[in-house]
């Protein structure tokens, strides 16, 4: 069975502060890992995806298959920040759904 | 650019009964979803489909649970006897044949169960 566990359910940082959204999964098998982030009274969204190594909105995130992570990281945030981010598994293979974490909501102080 | 919608955005009924909740995928995609979440918890899997069946479904999916496309447009799912503990948010969600990845989400409906 899969697992994905964000430990925090808020995190606070002051805007220009770094920050770290921390994902941890369980899956014996070759995952792929994704951030969704919901705005408020937004739809969920794909912020990012583990294949791709990109960065979105300043956001990066590195799978490490040996700590079996996923976090996310941002140098400096912003305002436009603030949201409820969600770590996301899926297996790879075929039309499989995604298994959510719990979320973590992160508000950025001015 | 082109987005799931989905009707209504609340809805609230008496326990047992029949919900349906629509759903209008992103028009090329061919794989469908359903998830919800219970205030508080997490985005949960239901069900999945593509080519007019059912690809996999979770615990969650009781035969209190269905899913159909009527149309060329429409998804939906519908609660026969609805129970207190379905009051949730559901979301619906599609993604083409080209990108495994990526499933784009609706907004969702609230489901209140009284």
């Known amino acids: 069975a899969q697992r994905v566990t964000q430990p925090e359910k808020l995190l606070s940082v002051f805007k220009g502060a770094p920050v770290e959204l921390k994902c941890n999964y369980s899956?014996?098998?070759?995952?792929?890992l994704f951030w969704y982030v919901q705005y408020s009274r937004q739809r969920l969204q794909l912020l990012l995806r583990h294949i791709s190594r990109e960065s979105i909105k300043g956001f990066t995130a590195d799978l490490n298959k040996g700590e079996t992570s996923f976090h996310l990281k941002k140098p400096f945030a912003q305002e436009e920040d603030s949201a409820m981010y969600y770590c996301a598994l899926r297996r790879n293979s075929g039309n499989t759904p995604l298994v959510f974490g719990k979320g973590t909501r992160l508000s950025v102080i001015a | 650019e082109p987005e799931v919608t989905q009707t209504p955005s609340h809805q609230v009924t008496q326990m047992g009964q029949e919900v349906i909740l629509r759903c209008v995928p992103i028009s090329n995609h061919l794989y469908f979803y359903w998830y919800r979440q219970i205030l508080g918890q997490k985005v949960e899997f239901l069900v999945s489909f593509y080519n007019n069946e059912i690809s996999e479904k979770s615990e969650i999916f009781d035969d209190q649970f269905s899913v159909e496309r009527p149309d060329g447009s429409n998804f939906t799912l519908k609660i026969r006897s609805t129970k207190l503990e379905d009051s949730a948010m559901y979301f619906c969600?599609?993604?083409?044949?080209?990108?495994?990845?990526?499933?784009?989400f609706g907004p969702g409906t609230r489901l209140l169960v009284l």
């Open positions: 899956y014996s098998g070759s995952p792929e």
């Open positions: 969600a599609s993604r083409s044949r080209e990108s495994q990845e990526t499933q784009y």
